[in-house]
């Protein structure tokens, strides 16, 4: 006999969930809503910081816990009243900061740190508004940057040379991201699973992992049910990975997998 299923779904923000122009989530409404209804637990993944995250978190009534910079952390709601609680992996901004050396060696570019932007350039290259760029410059885990010729990275040649010195850099919709070599949000996304257990009880996990940046690989391979989201320009990346793969963009490419999966 088979055993009852226990659905979870993760999804990336940026270019899936949130528009990657405007950052709107209109259209992934009626993904959400759908989730809601039939009681699935939507657990949000991203490189955004916490401080941001916690406002979309709020806006969306979501209650669950969320994955903020890439797996650096995650937020787990406590009581009613009490602030949430953050499980914190890897290196901390401040020791990343002082290993950029060995980025720009393993790199073989000349890169500009996300910490060295101003509110108004950080607020122009992503499009979001001056408080907005504000939360997203409280880093805690990871350093987003970009290299300044504006040339791309070889992230498997990057990640071998950075590997022995326990770092890593992905990329995300905009920005490559520096940090703890195996922190990622396919660890945290196991970490999740792990506490759900006494919720599952002896019904099995099933993951849905939803995704469209390099930086979302981890997440997708840690699932059962992965999907990939095409980009603005149709493309998707994660060729390797046996997914879904959405014919609409962004949070209108979210809603489509989840009705596909869950209608």
Same mark, same amino acid.
């Given at each position: 006999?088979?055993?009852?299923?226990?659905?979870?779904?993760?999804?990336?923000?940026?270019?899936?969930?949130?528009?990657?122009?405007?950052?709107?989530?209109?259209?992934?409404?009626?993904? %959400?809503?759908?989730?809601?209804?039939?009681?699935?637990?939507?657990?949000?993944? *991203?490189?955004?910081?916490?401080?941001?995250?916690?406002?979309?978190?709020?806006?969306?009534?979501?209650?669950?816990?969320?994955?903020?910079?890439?797996?650096?952390?995650?937020?787990?709601?406590?009581?009613?009243?009490?602030?949430?609680?953050?499980?914190?992996?890897?290196?901390?901004?401040?020791?990343?900061?002082?290993? %950029?050396?060995?980025?720009?060696?393993?790199?073989?570019?000349?890169?500009?740190?996300?910490?060295?932007? *101003?509110?108004?350039?950080? @607020?122009?290259? #992503?499009?979001?508004?001056?408080?907005? @760029?504000?939360?997203?410059?409280?880093?805690?885990? #990871?350093?987003?940057?970009?290299? #300044?010729?504006?040339?791309? %990275?070889?992230?498997?040649? @990057?990640?071998?040379?950075?590997?022995?010195?326990?770092?890593?850099?992905?990329?995300?919709?905009?920005?490559?991201?520096?940090?703890?070599?195996?922190?990622?949000?396919?660890?945290?996304?196991?970490?999740?699973?792990?506490?759900?257990?006494?919720?599952?009880?002896?019904?099995?996990?099933?993951?849905?992992?939803?995704?469209? *940046?390099?930086?979302?690989?981890?997440?997708?391979?840690?699932?059962?049910?992965?999907?990939?989201?095409?980009?603005?320009?149709? *493309?998707?990346?994660? @060729?390797?990975?046996?997914?879904?793969?959405?014919?609409?963009?962004?949070?209108?490419?979210? #809603?489509?997998?989840?009705?596909?999966?869950?209608?």
């Amino acid at each position: 006999m088979n055993r009852p299923a226990f659905h979870i779904v993760f999804t990336d923000l940026d270019g899936t969930l949130l528009d990657h122009n405007d950052y709107g989530y209109e259209q992934s409404l009626p993904g %959400i809503r759908l989730l809601r209804e039939i009681g699935i637990p939507l657990i949000l993944v *991203s490189s955004k910081t916490a401080a941001e995250m916690e406002i979309l978190h709020h806006e969306l009534g979501l209650d669950g816990p969320f994955v903020c910079e890439n797996g650096g952390g995650i937020v787990f709601p406590v009581r009613p009243g009490e602030p949430p609680r953050l499980e914190a992996y890897g290196m901390g901004v401040n020791d990343l900061a002082a290993r %950029i050396c060995l980025l720009a060696e393993a790199t073989g570019k000349s890169v500009r740190l996300f910490s060295d932007m *101003s509110i108004e350039e950080i @607020a122009e290259r #992503t499009k979001l508004d001056r408080a907005a @760029a504000a939360l997203a410059r409280e880093r805690s885990f #990871t350093i987003p940057f970009i290299t #300044t010729d504006g040339s791309a %990275i070889d992230l498997h040649a @990057a990640n071998m040379a950075l590997a022995k010195d326990g770092l890593g850099v992905t990329r995300g919709g905009r920005f490559y991201h520096f940090g703890a070599a195996g922190v990622d949000k396919g660890r945290a996304v196991r970490r999740i699973c792990e506490t759900f257990r006494p919720a599952a009880g002896e019904a099995e996990i099933v993951t849905t992992g939803i995704g469209d *940046s390099e930086n979302d690989l981890p997440m997708l391979h840690a699932v059962e049910r992965p999907v990939l989201v095409r980009k603005p320009d149709g *493309s998707v990346v994660g @060729a390797e990975i046996d997914a879904m793969i959405t014919e609409g963009i962004g949070p209108e490419g979210f #809603t489509e997998a989840v009705m596909r999966l869950f209608a």
